[in-house]
């Protein structure tokens, strides 16, 4: 059964949360314009900033709907599950506080975790790279389950989207999010063709104006290609998708991307710290670069895709037509 949500949107699409470039200017714009905003909880330096992102987002789209009558779409914090994050019961706790509507874990799926955001109403969508990871989920109780696939930006996985989709929906009947490529209107079509529900997108929202990304990092990102990407797990010792020029820029040579070791970027206090010095000066992006040309902003760049998106449908239509 997938989300009820979903039917309410302008767009089944959800701007997926980017390490240090998601934050409430971009999400509250994605969900005044119908598409679900997300934010990661660590793009915050501490519990206190993180919820007075929550509030900021919160009240913005309360005013929103008050001065438009307009629903906006459902905003989502991520959350990592993992030993590394002190933060996560703390972050929690003011996800329980505020009532998140949407968390997003990722590196672990933890029922505790899913029992508390559904005492209040929220849902639980959890990022996974390959079957085992998502019978995991699974078992823990989330509502949906994101199938980062080939190509994807960030710690994407290797499995073609339309096997991975096929392998999991074959268990799981709630909402089935894809990731991985999609940067237009029709690429979100594909992904529901395919058997998803919604499209996460990634890469294609670093390049809106709304973005904290630097505008060095939206150049790199129009001047690539899919040949760009580099899969390595040099950056931050899991295997992800990176700029090869950024790569470079760092001194870092096609010999130690190719190592499965963590490159040594001197001696950090934590985890979160050191994968934040890292990723700052190596940029993250998928392959779906090659369909990035431009920046705009988050209200143009939606209105583009669903424009997209419907003339997809309508050409599907018009092939449907042939074969009935």
Request: overall charge negative.
């Amino acid at each position: 059964m997938k989300a009820s949500f979903i039917d309410d949107l302008s767009l089944p699409a959800v701007a997926a949360p980017m390490f240090l470039i998601s934050g409430p200017k971009l999400v509250i714009e994605c969900c005044k314009n119908g598409i679900v905003g997300t934010f990661p909880a660590l793009n915050q330096r501490d519990t206190a900033g993180f919820e007075a992102w929550v509030i900021e987002i919160k009240e913005a789209l309360a005013e929103f709907e008050a001065e438009t009558g307009k629903k906006a779409a459902p905003y989502g914090v991520n959350l990592i599950v993992h030993g590394t994050n002190s933060r996560v019961q703390a972050d929690l706790e003011i996800c329980i506080k505020h009532q998140v509507p949407l968390i997003i874990t990722s590196l672990g799926a933890v029922p505790q975790l899913v029992d508390a955001v559904h005492s209040y109403g929220g849902l639980v969508f959890h990022d996974v790279i390959k079957k085992r990871h998502a019978e995991k989920a699974a078992e823990a109780g989330v509502d949906g389950l994101i199938l980062v696939a080939a190509g994807a930006g960030g710690h994407a996985g290797l499995t073609n989207p339309m096997s991975l989709i096929t392998e999991i929906k074959a268990f799981y009947d709630k909402t089935i999010l894809l990731s991985g490529c999609i940067s237009t209107g029709t690429d979100i079509a594909s992904a529901l063709q395919m058997g998803a529900d919604l499209a996460y997108m990634g890469t294609r929202f670093i390049n809106v104006e709304e973005s904290m990304a630097e505008e060095e990092y939206k150049q790199m990102i129009i001047d690539s290609k899919a040949s760009d990407i580099v899969y390595t797990a040099a950056v931050s010792g899991v295997n992800a998708n990176f700029l090869r020029p950024s790569l470079e820029s760092m001194g870092i040579t096609e010999d130690m991307w190719s190592q499965s070791k963590k490159i040594d970027f001197g001696e950090e206090l934590d985890a979160a710290k050191a994968e934040a010095k890292a990723w700052k000066t190596i940029w993250s992006a998928g392959q779906g670069v090659t369909s990035i040309d431009d920046t705009v902003s988050t209200t143009s760049l939606i209105d583009r895709l669903k424009a997209q998106f419907i003339e997809a449908l309508q050409r599907q239509q018009e092939v449907l037509k042939k074969y009935l």
